[in-house]
């Protein structure tokens, strides 16, 4: 089972850019989705997280300017950013404790990161 992060890329400040997180591996169901990211120097940061019925929970610092959400039919997790800052600059990570697959129970997987560039 793998995670797939994208859709990172180089922004302006007050931009919007949309992640994607793409499961494969005969998936049988996704549990909670987090968001983290990282930027140079830095330890990793939460950032949000979206659970199986679609519950969110957000870091202090995206509150109200990022939105996590998923597609269960197609086992992909979004991040819809807005209004970037440049502190917003990291790679991000999809991460899932658990996904359930028809090889059985896969725990603690991560998505391989999508560099966010926030710049003038």
């Known amino acids: 089972v793998q995670l797939q992060a994208s859709g990172g890329g180089l922004v302006q400040p007050g931009g919007s850019l949309r992640l994607s997180c793409a499961a494969s591996?005969?998936?049988?169901?996704?549990?909670?989705i987090e968001w983290y990211r990282q930027a140079p120097g830095q330890q990793r940061e939460f950032v949000a997280h979206?659970?199986?019925?679609?519950?969110?929970m957000y870091g202090d610092s995206v509150k109200g300017r990022f939105t996590p959400s998923r597609d269960n039919a197609k086992n992909i997790m979004y991040l819809q950013m807005n209004n970037l800052k440049p502190e917003d600059t990291a790679v991000y990570y999809c991460?899932?404790?658990?996904?359930?697959?028809?090889?059985?129970?896969?725990?603690?997987?991560w998505g391989q990161g999508t560099l966010v560039t926030v710049s003038s």
């Open positions: 591996g005969s998936i049988l169901g996704i549990d909670t």
């Open positions: 991460h899932s404790d658990y996904i359930s697959t028809q090889r059985g129970l896969a725990k603690d997987v």
């Open positions: 979206i659970t199986l019925d679609g519950y969110t």
